[in-house]
Structures are given as structure tokens and as C-alpha cells.
């Protein structure tokens, strides 16, 4: 929905923008009966409310997908530091048994 600049809620909302100055104008330049302006009203209110509907829908599908992709990126982000911890206690492990059986052969030998 985007052309590099602009959103699609920005444009949409110039569109709404652009639609109310419209009517304004239309109604201070076109003298018309009470019962076309009130259909003109009726008819750029209905314009509005689709446009503003269409924009709704646009900004739930695209929180929607935000949503979705943060939770990839957390899960993601959760199984490399549940990898990374598993790793560390492995070596952790692992030097303490290095440790011991050090401190085994260092008491040996002083008693020797």
C-alpha cells in the first residue's frame, strides 16, 4: 500500500481530507435544493465512512502481521539464548570436572 513515501493510512486520510474540502465546496459553489444537498452530505459521508472503514482494516492487518512477527522474532530469539545457556552449563560442567579431578591428583600428591 505504499509508494515509497507515502502510507496507505496517510493517503487514505488525505483522500478523506480531500473529500470533506470537496463537499464544502461543492455546497458553496453549486446552489442546489435542500434535498440534493442533504443527498450530497449523505453521499460524502458514505464515501467517508468506506474509506475510514477501509483504513481500520488496513491497520489491523498490519498490526496483525507486526504481532506475528515479533512473536517469530522472539521465538527465534528464545531458542539461540536457550541454546547458548544449555551450551554454557555443558562447559560449565565440564570445567568443573576438570577442576576436581585436579584438585584429586594435586591432594594425592601432597600426601605422597
Not at 75 to 82: D, F, G, N, T, Y
Request: net charge negative.
Amino acid at each position: 500500500m505504499s509508494n515509497g513515501r507515502f502510507s496507505g493510512g496517510s493517503v487514505a486520510l488525505a483522500f478523506l481530507l480531500g473529500s470533506a474540502v470537496g463537499a464544502g465546496l461543492a455546497l458553496l459553489l453549486a446552489p442546489k435544493s435542500g434535498t440534493e444537498t442533504r443527498e450530497l452530505l449523505k453521499d460524502q459521508a458514505s464515501v467517508a465512512k468506506d474509506e475510514a472503514l477501509k483504513v481500520a482494516d488496513e491497520v489491523k492487518e498490519k498490526a496483525t502481521e507486526l504481532i506475528e512477527k515479533s512473536k517469530e522474532v522472539v521465538e527465534s530469539k528464545k531458542a539461540v539464548i536457550e541454546s547458548a545457556l544449555e551450551a554454557g552449563k555443558e562447559a560449565m560442567e565440564k570445567e568443573k570436572e576438570r577442576l576436581l579431578t585436579k584438585i584429586k591428583f594435586d591432594d594425592k600428591a601432597n600426601e605422597a
